[in-house]
């Protein structure tokens, strides 16, 4: 079957007690034993599995061509159980211009553990190469990266992971299974924060781990199960409703944001668009190889910090505010928002700019979304 097929019906087939074609909400903390340590269909207790986690499960294993997936109450929860697959004094290699919370999570909290981190350029692999050590464990790849749009070669980075034995995790946030597929160039680990592209709506938290190899997903299962983090009934509907149009909203996204980046990068008040579909970009080919298109993720820059919040207080039909992927177009500045908790001496190094916006293109009218950029780029 293809992609939008599977989309609307693996995981989400009609409830057989009444043949409703949209499975019901199992709000519930527990299941009744039939008798003594049995259980129906094996449900014992919510926080360890339930019916909607395990169909929303079933939906991203197959989306994104893994053995199993977990679903968690972010991404953040779900990229953190990655890195507890981790043990004391293990190394790992992540892109250096990688998320906000997930730079705060390894500095901050999970080097205290004992697990070192090393923040490099993954769209070189020979940089990647270099920084590798005997107890180098994992690389951790976001691709395009959050927000400088740096594009890493999945393939090649999984040639440099598989000669070391290392695992390969790759974020896909930013692209959804349907445009990037990095278990079929040889990533190990898939992870989103399907708050975004996944869910679409701007109405629901989660965070999924799709996994390739058997045993990585018991100790995801483990972990997930144990500590608790698993995505509650209500969230899972939601997502796994959202996933149902996602073919559909991400081929209007990629629309959206291939026509804005062309306008913004022709525009005489932006200094520099980043955005791998435009010919300009330095992975530009990267992206064509191994993406099925551009994505609706820009960056731009408008020089300085009062330019950019002058832009930002004036934009009316783009939405200010933290997060991205959801139908409806939402603006950032990250220096002092997803990024905050990185060192000013980090973001400059890496190319986040104090004038650097982000832009989540939504799939509203194209000229809509036009108008309201070029009237709030007027007060730059």
Sequence with gaps: MG????????????????????APIYQTSTYVQEEFG????????????????????????????????????????????????????????????????????????????????????????????????????????????????????????????????????????????????????????????????????????????????PEDSEKIYFI???????????DCFLISRGIKTLAIRMLQHNANGIAVARHLDAHPKVRKVYYPGLPTHPQHEIARKQQRGPGAMISFDLGTEEAAKRFLNQVKLCSLAESLGGVETLISLPAVMTHASMPKEVQERIGITEGLVRLSVGIEDVEDILADLDQALLYV
């Design 3 to 22: 992609f939008a097929t599977n989309a609307i019906h693996v995981g989400q087939e009609p409830d057989p007690a009444t043949g409703a074609i949209v």
């Design 38 to 213: 049995k259980y129906r269909q094996g449900y014992d207790y919510a926080r360890t599995n339930h019916p909607n986690r395990k169909a929303l499960e079933k939906t991203l294993a197959k989306l994104e061509g893994g053995h199993s997936a977990y679903v968690f109450t972010s991404g953040m929860a779900g990229i953190d159980s990655v890195f507890r697959l981790l043990r004391p004094g293990d190394h790992v290699i992540l892109s250096e211009a990688v998320y906000g919370g997930v730079y705060r999570l390894s500095t901050q909290l999970l080097v205290h553990f004992g697990i070192e981190f090393s923040f490099v350029d993954t769209s070189a692999p020979e940089l990647v190469m270099a920084s590798m050590r005997p107890n180098t464990k994992m690389v951790y790849v976001e691709t395009p990266t959050n927000p400088t749009m740096r594009v890493t070669d999945i393939a090649a980075m999984a040639k440099v992971a598989n000669d070391r034995n290392v695992t390969l995790v790759v974020d896909n946030t930013f692209l959804s299974p349907y445009l990037q597929r990095p278990i079929e160039l040889g990533a190990h680990i898939v992870v989103h924060s399907m708050t975004k592209y996944l869910n679409g709506h701007s109405d629901a938290t989660g965070g999924a781990v799709v996994l390739t190899r």
């Design 224 to 234: 997930q199960r144990s500590a608790g983090a698993g995505l509650a009934p209500m």
